[in-house]
């Protein structure tokens, strides 16, 4: 954008001078006709400088609003996702089985303590009581997960939905495991492409938005929340767009 500020202040600073060089030494006859194209074209050079500056700044306003709605979504996919894990011990890879999970799983309220019994080898090794340390873990009940994430509100039934897209878009859902030290590791991915969610701005605006690489912006085409490639939970979002992360 810079440099067609420029081009257009340098093509307006040229096109005065062409002006003056007019009004100076061409004839009168065919001064008014010239110099009425010649202030049209400024005019225009002028609004367009204008509109390429002012839309980029309303296409920054745009943007900033709605990538903060999806990401309000993406965290509300988070959530559900991590007590799925924590419930089932994977990651949920499709959204039907997801909004199911939370309308019926519970979470298992649970007390750990530290007790001492009775080592009974070593009592009868040695001929008195020695004693060894354990965990208990008592199960002391059960709270719908619905209602520890959610309440009564029942957004997690559309959290799927691309906020302010092209009506139909959702965010593409991924789960499985990686292999890491011999190890089968749960990882989940969800994802919204830029250009779903900016479908109706001016395709130059996007195609830039798709290149950013900034400590305040959404660096990528995408923006996501967890890795199919890497063991992560977090989104590629900067903290100016969301009080979590």
Same mark, same amino acid.
């Given at each position: 954008?810079?440099?067609? /500020?420029?081009a257009?202040?340098v =093509?307006?600073?040229? &096109?005065?001078?062409?002006?003056w060089v007019?009004d100076?030494?061409v004839?009168k006859?065919?001064?008014p006709?010239?110099?009425? =194209?010649?202030?049209?074209l400024?005019?225009?050079?002028g609004?367009?400088t204008?509109m ?5 700044? $309303?296409?920054?306003?745009?943007k900033?609003k ?6 309000e979504?993406?965290?509300?996919i988070?959530?559900?996702e991590l007590?799925?894990?924590?419930v089932t011990?994977r990651f949920?890879g499709?959204?039907?089985n997801?909004v199911?999970f939370?309308? &019926?799983?519970?979470f298992?309220?649970t007390e750990?303590r530290?007790?001492s019994v /009775?080592?009974?080898e070593? &009592? ?5 009581? &020695?004693?060894?340390?354990? /965990?208990? =873990?008592d199960t002391?009940g ?5 209602d520890?994430?959610?309440?009564a ?6 959290m799927?939905?691309i906020?302010?897209a092209?009506?139909g ?5 991924k789960?499985g495991f ?5 190890f089968r590791?749960? =990882?989940f991915?969800a994802?919204?492409?830029k250009?779903v969610?900016?479908?109706? $701005?001016d ?7 798709n $290149?950013v690489v900034?400590v305040d912006?959404v660096?990528?085409?995408?923006i996501?929340v967890g890795?199919?490639?890497?063991v992560?939970?977090?989104g ?5 767009f969301?009080n979590e $992360?």
């Amino acid at each position: 954008m810079l440099n067609i /500020i420029v081009a257009a202040v340098v =093509v307006i600073a040229l &096109t005065i001078g062409i002006v003056w060089v007019i009004d100076k030494y061409v004839p009168k006859k065919v001064k008014p006709l010239i110099m009425i =194209v010649l202030w049209v074209l400024i005019g225009y050079l002028g609004y367009s400088t204008f509109m390429s500056v002012y839309g980029e700044i $309303q296409f920054n306003k745009l943007k900033d609003k709605r990538y903060a709605e999806v990401i309000e979504n993406l965290i509300d996919i988070r959530d559900a996702e991590l007590a799925h894990r924590t419930v089932t011990g994977r990651f949920e890879g499709d959204f039907n089985n997801l909004v199911k999970f939370i309308d &019926t799983a519970e979470f298992t309220i649970t007390e750990r303590r530290d007790t001492s019994v /009775i080592d009974v080898e070593k &009592t009868r090794l040695f001929g008195v009581d &020695t004693y060894k340390d354990e /965990i208990i =873990v008592d199960t002391l009940g059960y709270v719908s997960v619905k209602d520890s994430l959610f309440g009564a509100d029942p957004r997690y039934k559309t959290m799927m939905n691309i906020p302010s897209a092209e009506p139909g878009s959702k965010f593409e859902l991924k789960a499985g495991f990686l292999e890491e030290n011999g190890f089968r590791i749960p =990882v989940f991915e969800a994802i919204a492409m830029k250009s779903v969610i900016l479908f109706d $701005q001016d395709k130059n605006f996007v195609a830039k938005e798709n $290149q950013v690489v900034s400590v305040d912006g959404v660096n990528g085409d995408a923006i996501k929340v967890g890795s199919m490639e890497e063991v992560k939970t977090t989104g590629n979002w900067p903290k100016n767009f969301s009080n979590e $992360q």
